[in-house]
């Protein structure tokens, strides 16, 4: 008998008991619908980093450092990022920063979200910002109470001064009040971990100068367009080994976040893989238990089919293909629920839609071999049965 | 075509064995149109099963056509009941979900043939039994008549050497019983297909070439 008269036979038994087979997929509808959906939106969100990644430049370097150092000697002073610049000329510009844990305020308010830098000139350039109002910056504003703010902040304190310029507004950090010299357009830039529109960056200087237990940690580095990543990363880690005794540096190339984002990638995919594992086993009960209920039904009809011929692996063949139909029905559905989920998703986060096509593949295997292995049992009872007993049994 | 030599087909019922069938001799020609008589419980459905390769004796001689059956391969008793055995049941058996022109065509379905020489086929068939303007009903659109109609058509089909029928007309009228009998009679004799007809009405036996009885797991020598 051939797979395609099965299939028929499949369809049309399948119809036959409607309510039962969509009770039946509802369990797979949801397991697929689940590994589908989350697949595609792990997909969909690593695409997007991916695109924000590449839009920020492959030619950066993310240093950083640690631990915490009482001595000057072995601590990295602005002047060691200067001499760093000039030590090697594969380092186009070094951005040093530092975060400090003060609370601005504004006309006595304090801000709902806001992060206080320590920066020079060189930031605007490494971390690809772009001036909105004033200036930004720069070399010759050492220890200066300069600030330039983020455009989320800028929002905020455009709501308070109605139409007047941000420019000579003053904020209080601390006791010190600060003079806003600029502010910066929106940024997308998310390789500092802290949201830029909501920073209050200061020159680096004056952070240091005000708070004694501050020093720089953390560095964008910008190098040449054709330089070897891992040979300048040994470079820079020999230039603080040899002249400052630093031993505990860390640096990251694009590569090694790519990785690290791929690898983060990889356990969101297989916690959802084990989620949507579980809701198939289930969905896979559901279909051996239809099917059970199906052969014991249809005893008179798998004995009808045996005086007429129907080897022992025909009908074994027959509920087979019924139960991989049935589950790759669900499979169908939950691949459509999935594809739906995760492009509502994508509209809500703004991001661009992809259809997974691997997703896709992985829903038709899975739903077809839980069809076949939860299928296979009651198969097997209904190719042992008697003909006899099974022409007897009403 | 056939022959039964000392069949004996034992039941196990709790701890004791049942003795159904007791030695039973039987052989029949081929073209013979054959009545097994006997009331029910005298073991005429078990030997009617043994005939058709359904079941197996417990012990004792059976031949088709000179070839001994050995019961060994599952598989090749299942080829021999598609390519040599047509049945037709009291209660018809026909798969309800199918309409009569594929209930006609299940046979021919396990030995792999064409979807189109199927339908073709079981078409010619239901033409031949009657049915033909009716190929597209499902069963519980047919009278009894009518289904034992196709159940008939699907016994010929595969044009077999032997028709096993088990109380053909036990669920029918007197007048549409004569007319199954009456098709039986056209196909043994048109076709020259060996029939048995398993039966406790001897109006049914009456009318075929040869009877014989059965009693106590017994044939009678008639």
């Known amino acids: ?394 | 075509m056939l022959v039964l030599n000392n069949i004996r087909k034992n039941y196990p019922l709790g701890s004791v064995e049942v003795e159904v069938l007791k030695g039973v001799n039987l052989k029949v020609d081929t073209g013979e149109l054959l009545s097994i008589m006997g009331q029910s419980g005298c073991g005429k459905s078990t030997l009617m099963n043994i005939m058709g390769l359904l079941d197996k004796p417990t012990s004792g001689f059976f031949s088709i056509n000179d070839q001994e059956i050995t019961y060994k391969d599952d598989d090749h008793l299942s080829g021999l009941r598609n390519n040599h055995i047509g049945f037709v049941f009291q209660q018809y058996f026909l798969l309800s979900k199918l309409t009569a022109l594929e209930n006609v065509g299940v046979p021919l379905v396990y030995r792999g043939e064409s979807s189109g020489n199927i339908k073709k086929r079981s078409m010619e068939f239901l033409e031949k039994v009657g049915m033909a303007e009716r190929a597209d009903h499902k069963p519980n659109q047919l009278s009894g008549g009518q289904q034992q109609r196709v159940a008939i058509a699907r016994a010929l089909v595969g044009e077999p050497a032997l028709i096993l029928a088990d109380e053909p007309t036990g669920a029918l009228d007197t007048r549409v019983g004569e007319e199954i009998m009456e098709l039986f009679k056209k196909v043994n004799k048109e076709e020259g297909i060996t029939i048995i007809i398993i039966t406790h009405d001897p109006g049914i036996a009456e009318q075929c070439s040869r009877y014989v009885n059965m009693k106590d797991g017994k044939i009678l020598e008639s």
């Open chain 1, 1 to 394: 008998m051939s797979i395609k008269a099965d299939f028929k036979e499949a369809i049309n038994s399948l119809w036959y008991s409607k309510q039962r087979t969509l009770l039946a997929i509802v369990g797979i509808t949801i397991g697929i619908g689940s590994v589908i959906g989350m697949v595609s939106i792990g997909k969909i969100m690593q695409q997007e980093a991916m695109k924000q990644f590449l839009a920020m430049g492959t030619d950066r370097l993310t240093l950083s450092r640690f631990s915490q150092n009482r001595k000057d000697e072995h601590r990295i002073l602005l002047k060691d990022t200067i001499a760093l610049v000039r030590s090697n000329p594969e380092i186009k510009e070094a951005a040093p920063y530092i975060l400090a844990n003060k609370e601005p305020t504004y006309t006595g308010q304090k801000f709902e979200r806001a992060s206080l830098f320590g920066v020079t000139q060189s930031f605007i350039s490494v971390n690809e910002l772009k001036i909105e109002e004033g200036r930004f910056l720069s070399d010759l504003d050492r220890l200066s109470y300069y600030a330039v703010v983020g455009h989320g902040i800028a929002e905020f304190m455009r709501q308070k001064v109605a139409g007047e310029s941000l420019i000579g507004q003053q904020l209080k950090i601390g006791e010190r009040l600060f003079t806003v010299i600029g502010s910066l357009e929106h940024s997308t830039n998310q390789n500092l971990n802290v949201d830029l529109n909501y920073a209050i960056l200061t020159h680096l200087t004056t952070q240091i100068r005000l708070d004694k237990s501050l020093e720089i940690q953390n560095m964008r580095i910008r190098v040449g367009p054709q330089t070897k990543h891992n040979d300048v990363i040994e470079q820079i880690k020999n230039y603080f080994l040899e002249k400052k005794k630093i031993q505990d540096l860390e640096i990251k190339s694009p590569e090694d976040l790519i990785k690290q984002m791929d690898k983060q990638m990889e356990m969101f995919t297989l916690l959802l893989g084990a989620i949507g594992s579980i809701s198939l086993i289930v969905g896979g009960v559901g279909v051996m238990n239809v099917m059970l209920v199906s052969v014991t039904e249809r005893k008179k009809e798998i004995g009808v089919r045996r005086a007429l011929g129907a080897r022992r692996r025909n009908i074994k063949m027959q509920f087979l293909i019924e139960s991989t139909t049935l589950s790759m029905l669900g499979g169908i559905v939950g691949i459509v629920l999935g594809v739906a989920v995760a492009y509502f998703v994508a509209e809500h986060g703004q991001w661009e839609f992809v259809i997974s096509k691997f997703a896709i593949m992985l829903g038709f295997g899975v739903s077809s071999a839980v069809g076949m292995f939860f299928g296979f049992y009651p198969a097997s009872q209904a190719a042992k049965l008697d003909p006899i007993q099974a022409l007897r049994s009403d």
